[in-house]
């Protein structure tokens, strides 16, 4: 459900222009799933939800049909974008392209330091997974991510895209963590991504990137199919 507006959202609209606000808070509803695919989005509806004018709101829902995704619906107003199997597959090919480099500049630039944090989220992940807190282990295989990224922070374009990719990624993700199966293989995965940066090989780092996020991509296939047989 969207988040109403909170004497706290509202501070914060102070301290943003609301534009911006509006089009930030509802791309991060669409993309962590609050709206189902399909809904119906309406500018009176969400105008009065966030507690701002329907002009801002209007703005975010033309931004966000731009970026595909929502769509604009033959009647007024636009609806969340279905989920396809295209989508998902262009989604993660893009990831990892984009990691695929990425790791090879980490491979350079990464300290003991920051070996020994994803280390220690692998850890977590894993004692996670041994008493089946799936969402404690999608927050630590997010942190491993991100502090892996943050070695390159430093190019703030490149960070940047690989930043937006993931987000629209993880809405795909985190469905299939809750399997532990493949909530255990995507912790091997990291120990694998660990080792080869240990070994200061770029080659087999991005090997084993690729292979990491080819199997988080079939698992949100799967996921996919199992939601169409359902419905």
């Known amino acids: 459900m969207l988040q109403k507006?909170?004497?706290q959202v509202k501070a914060k609209i102070k301290s943003t222009p609301v534009r911006e606000w509006a089009y930030d808070h509802l791309k991060s509803d669409v993309l962590s799933g609050h709206f189902n695919p399909g809904e119906r989005l309406t500018e009176e509806h969400l105008a009065k939800?966030?507690?701002?004018?329907?002009?801002?709101?209007?703005?975010?829902?033309?931004?966000?049909?731009?970026?595909?995704?929502i769509q604009p619906l033959e009647s007024r107003g636009f609806g969340v974008a279905s989920d396809s199997r295209e989508e998902i597959e262009d989604l993660f090919d893009i990831r990892a392209a984009l990691e695929g480099y990425a790791i090879r500049l980490i491979c350079d630039l990464i300290s003991e330091e920051t070996l020994g944090q994803l280390?220690?989220?692998?850890?977590?992940?894993?004692?996670?997974l041994e008493i089946k807190k799936q969402d404690e282990i999608f927050k630590y295989n997010?942190?491993?991510?991100?502090?892996?990224?943050?070695?390159?922070?430093?190019?703030?374009?490149?960070?940047s895209l690989i930043a937006d990719t993931r987000k629209y990624v993880l809405r795909y993700r985190?469905?299939?963590?809750?399997?532990?199966?493949?909530?255990?293989?995507t912790i091997d995965g990291h120990r694998k991504i660990l080792l080869a940066i240990r070994l200061k090989d770029p080659d087999l780092c991005e090997r084993m990137i690729r292979?990491?996020?080819?199997?988080?991509?079939?698992?949100?296939?799967?996921?996919l199919s199992e939601n169409a047989k359902t419905s």
């Open 49 to 69: 939800t966030l507690g701002v004018s329907r002009t801002p709101v209007r703005e975010a829902l033309h931004r966000l049909a731009s970026e595909g995704l």
């Open 211 to 223: 292979e990491h996020i080819r199997e988080a991509k079939e698992d949100a296939l799967h996921k």
């Open 142 to 159: 997010t942190q491993f991510h991100d502090a892996l990224h943050g070695v390159i922070a430093g190019k703030t374009r490149f960070h």
């Open 5 to 7: 507006s909170t004497p």
């Open 174 to 185: 985190k469905d299939s963590l809750f399997y532990l199966d493949r909530a255990r293989r």
């Open 119 to 128: 280390n220690g989220f692998i850890k977590k992940a894993q004692d996670a």
